[in-house]
């Protein structure tokens, strides 16, 4: 029986894509105006993020070694010159991405809808900026504790975030479900741990893994956990 249910944030709650992409393209376009590949800004940034925030999450490097590397590569690939202080270089792309945090629209109408069960966010994100994003867009107090990897001391994909995440909400993982638009994080690796998943694809284009659920908004996630 489902008594929990763990939603990611980025890509799930808050819209992360738009609120990056809007981010580095001012970023880029602040520093070299009228760049000829700035319209390849957004694609190229979204490229770097997952091998650099993976090698953080996985011990590799410092949270701020694997920002400096993504701008220094950015850089590289645009043939821009590099910042000689990256951390100032990253903070400024920050401060355009806080300004564009936002919720999607289906985000607090389905989370109010769940009152009858222990809510929390699992995200991989730093907890201060995960929390903060949650304040932002208008979910705290609504979605329960938000759970970092940096909290639990482990990331998504590995089992015991899961279990951990699992054990904040004072529940087993069978008793869980995960909802979140990464499926390899959020669908099919909770399933080792026994906690239950379903992915959320908002754009509609791709079946889901074979043996889970398949929603393209989370107006659909109070219907299936009925």
């Known amino acids: 029986m489902i008594r929990g249910i763990l939603f990611d944030l980025d890509g799930t709650l808050l819209d992360h894509r738009s609120a990056a992409d809007g981010a580095i393209t001012a970023w880029v376009s602040g520093r070299v105006p009228g760049h000829p590949r700035l319209a390849e800004a957004a694609r190229l940034w979204r490229e ?95 979605v329960g504790p938000v759970l970092t990897g940096e909290l639990l001391g482990s990331c998504k994909p590995a089992a ?3 279990t951990r995440a699992a054990a904040a909400l004072g529940l087993a993982p069978g008793e869980v479900l995960l909802v979140g638009d990464d499926v390899d994080k959020d669908v099919t690796a909770p399933a080792v741990t026994g906690m239950r998943s379903v992915w959320l694809d908002r754009l509609g284009v791709d079946p889901a893994p074979a043996g889970f659920p398949r929603i393209t908004s989370l107006i659909q996630l109070p219907a299936l956990v009925a």
């Not at 999450?57 to 701020?64: A, D, F, H, N, T």
């Not at 690939?77 to 590099?82: G, W």
């Open 160 to 162: 015991a975030s899961y």
């Open 48 to 142: 770097l993020e997952e091998p650099h925030l993976g090698a953080w999450q996985r011990g590799e490097c410092s949270l701020e070694e694997q920002r400096r590397r993504r701008i220094h590569a950015l850089c590289l690939e645009l043939a821009i010159a590099v910042p000689g202080d990256l951390d100032r270089a990253f903070a400024a792309f920050a401060d355009h991405y806080r300004r564009g945090w936002s919720a999607y629209p289906d985000a607090a109408r389905a989370v109010r809808s769940l009152g009858g069960f222990r809510l929390g966010v699992l995200t991989n994100g730093t907890q201060e900026m995960q929390e903060a994003k949650v304040e932002a867009i208008g979910l705290g107090g609504l």
